[in-house]
Structures are given as structure tokens and as C-alpha cells.
């Protein structure tokens, strides 16, 4: 847990962990975000799915992050993808043409199915 903002594992199976991401991703939680979800990658999941439907605010910072994270978990022969991105985020990523980098899909459980390694998993969240 950062303060002002959560980050979950909701699901881990295989290679892939599905992260919930609750509260602003700013200046003051960025630090902390990308330390939380670099510990679920770090456990042999390389592959990260993160639902964001709880992130209603993102400024250049947690942008900035989300980039961080997307080259960390490519470096570690990994992925990221963002699932169920509120509007508002949804158009600051297309702006900053993050979204041509990021996947980004409607919801959790098209992420796992549309992922190459949705596969290798036991179980697959109910959203």
C-alpha cells in the first residue's frame, strides 16, 4: 500500500499477475506505485496486467511511470498492459501517444485472453 493509493495482486498464475490499482497516481504516489508493482513482477510474473478502473486522476508523473514500468518489465522479458482505464486517463494516454505503446484493454478478462501467455494459467478472474 502507498499512501493515497493501493496496489493489489488480485491474481497470479503462471506468468502473468493481475494487479488493482485504486486511487491518483500522481507526483506524491509515483515513487510508491512503481515500487509496488515492480514487487508482484519481481516474483517470477514478469507479465503484469494492472486494472485501473480505481485511478480516477493521472498527471504526467504517474504517466511518466507507467512508462517506467512498461520499459522495466520489457527489460525483464515481460509486459504491460492496462485494463479498464477510466476516460479521463484513457485520453491523457492517447494524447501523449502512450497508448501506441502500452496495450491497453476494455477489461480484465479480455486482457488475459487477448495476452500471448493467457494460456499458461490456471484460473482466470471472475471481471
Not at 499512501?3 to 507526483?27: F, H, M, Q, R, W
Not at 514500468?69 to 527489460?75: F, S, T, V, Y
Amino acid at each position: 500500500m502507498v499512501k493515497d493509493l493501493d496496489v493489489d495482486v488480485i491474481d497470479v498464475s503462471g506468468p502473468i499477475a493481475v494487479l488493482t490499482v485504486k486511487g491518483e497516481l500522481n507526483l506524491y504516489t509515483s515513487g510508491g506505485f512503481r515500487t509496488a508493482v515492480r514487487g508482484a513482477g519481481g516474483d517470477g510474473h514478469p507479465h503484469l496486467i494492472l486494472d485501473v478502473s480505481g485511478v480516477p486522476f493521472c498527471d504526467s508523473s504517474g504517466l511518466s511511470a507507467l512508462i517506467m514500468l512498461h520499459r522495466w518489465a520489457g527489460e525483464a522479458g515481460g509486459s504491460l498492459t492496462l485494463a479498464a482505464v477510466p476516460d479521463r486517463m484513457s485520453r491523457l494516454l492517447e494524447m501523449s501517444g502512450v497508448d501506441q505503446t502500452i496495450p491497453i484493454q476494455p477489461t480484465v478478462r479480455e486482457a488475459l485472453e487477448q495476452h500471448p501467455h493467457g494460456g499458461d494459467r490456471t484460473s482466470a478472474p471472475q471481471n
